[in-house]
C-alpha cells in the first residue's frame, strides 16, 4: 500500500521553527522528486519546495528562500522540510508530492502549520 505520510506540524509563534516530515512506503521512493506544497484558507496551493531523487537539486520559492531547508534520506524514505523564521503568512496546511515521470504521483493528507502570536 503507498502511503506518504506527513508530520511535525503545529502551532508556533512569529519567529520559530518546526520540521515537517514526509514518510513514504509502497514505492520506490529513491525514484522519486519529492515536493512540497501548501494551501492557505481561501487560497490555491502552492509550490514551496521540491527535491531531486538524488538530493542533488533542490528548489525553493522565492518566500521562503534562505528560511526553509529541504533535505531527504532515501535510506530511510522521507523528505524533511526545516522551517525557520516561521511568518504568520506561512500559515497553511503542508502537503507532501512524489512525483515520478513513469509512474504515478502520490500525495499526503498534509499537515497543518499555523504561526501565530
Known amino acids: 500500500q503507498v502511503q506518504l505520510v506527513e508530520s511535525g506540524g503545529g502551532l508556533v509563534q512569529p519567529g520559530d521553527s518546526l520540521r515537517l516530515s514526509c514518510a513514504a512506503s509502497g514505492f520506490t521512493f529513491d525514484h522519486y522528486n519529492i515536493f512540497w506544497f501548501r494551501q492557505a484558507p481561501g487560497k490555491e496551493r502552492e509550490g514551496v519546495s521540491c527535491?531531486?531523487?538524488?538530493?542533488?537539486?533542490?528548489y525553493y520559492q522565492d518566500s521562503v528562500k534562505g528560511r526553509f531547508t529541504i533535505s531527504r534520506d532515501n535510506a530511510k524514505d522521507t523528505v524533511y522540510l526545516q522551517m525557520n523564521s516561521l511568518k504568520p503568512e506561512d500559515t497553511a496546511v503542508y502537503y507532501c508530492?512524489?512525483?515520478?515521470?513513469?509512474?504515478?504521483?502520490?500525495w499526503g493528507q498534509g499537515t497543518q502549520v499555523t504561526v501565530s502570536s
Open positions: 508530492n512524489a512525483k515520478y515521470a513513469f509512474g504515478p504521483n502520490y
Open positions: 527535491i531531486s531523487s538524488s538530493g542533488v537539486g533542490r
